[in-house]
């Protein structure tokens, strides 16, 4: 009795198999440009309203029937946006930095150094991410009433500086790094401070990288402390100074999504060149 081939019966076997993984890739594909289109299309509608005359402002069209930029000259010439974006630009950088240098520090001590309590503090500050932020904004501007920095650049800063989230990611970090490079840095004579200054911090780089790109945004996009704690104009926000000008210009659409338009620039450029950073920074600190 002649022996039976298995090769066909496999093969006929795998075919279903291989359907169902490309009908399932191509389920993904669909539900992935879903989302895509979503995300995206509110932008591209941004971006063309801010190049529409104040007729063609409500057109369905996606691209603008006459373009102009007269929108974007009224934004930055008739309006103090420029010195918005200046304000911003200044907070957030400040905010990024010193932020940076004081988490750091913070997040070795809890890391590597061995003291009483060292656990509970961490837990302490971790737990202060359940905390919105409303729920401290009135205890905390009366502490900046109290300090006499209202209306002010240290202010708007100094408050913005402490983030528990920074602090848990370098941590993390720190955390995976091997512990013989300190100990042959400990042997050649360094005491905790060249330790961290020579060793730990180059090693931050990448970690640094996609958290300056998170402070940045989060600070350059701030509205709700700066709007309380700040009256003068020349100490606006460029979120807060928008929101002022939509109110003035409640009918001028296409005065608004210019300013929107220009306000969005450097988050999304900043977003898109430092995105692969981001998602490697935290892959290696623990997130999976």
Known sequence: MPATDPAPAAGAA??????????????RFAVALVLAVAAVFPLLWMVSGAFRTPDDVFS????????????????????????????????????????LFFHSMAAYA???????????????????????????????FLIVHTLGILDSYAGI??????????IFLLRQ??????KELEEAAIVDGCGYW???????????????????????????????WPMVVTTSTDLSLVQVGIAAFQQQHAADWNFSLAASTISALPTLGLFVIFQRRIVESIKTSGFK
């Open 173 to 178: 970090f720190y955390l995976s790094l091997p």
């Open 194 to 224: 060249r330790v961290y200054w020579k060793v730990i911090l180059p090693l931050s780089r990448p970690v640094f990288a996609a958290l300056a790109v998170l402070f940045f945004l989060a600070n350059w996009n701030a509205f709700l």
């Open 110 to 140: 809890l890391a590597r150094l061995r003291f009483p309590g060292r656990d509970t503090v961490f837990v302490l500050i971790f737990s202060t991410l359940l905390i919105t932020f409303p729920v401290i904004l009135v205890p905390l």
């Open 60 to 99: 369905p069209s996606l691209l603008p029937a006459h373009p102009t930029l007269h929108n974007f000259s009224y934004v930055l010439t008739q309006v103090p946006f420029p010195r918005y974006l200046l304000n911003s630009l200044i907070v957030a950088v400040v905010v990024t930095v010193v932020a």
């Open 14 to 27: 795998r075919r279903p198999a291989r359907a169902r993984t490309a009908r399932s890739g191509w389920v």
């Open 157 to 166: 800063i100094i408050p913005s500086i402490f983030n528990a989230f920074g």
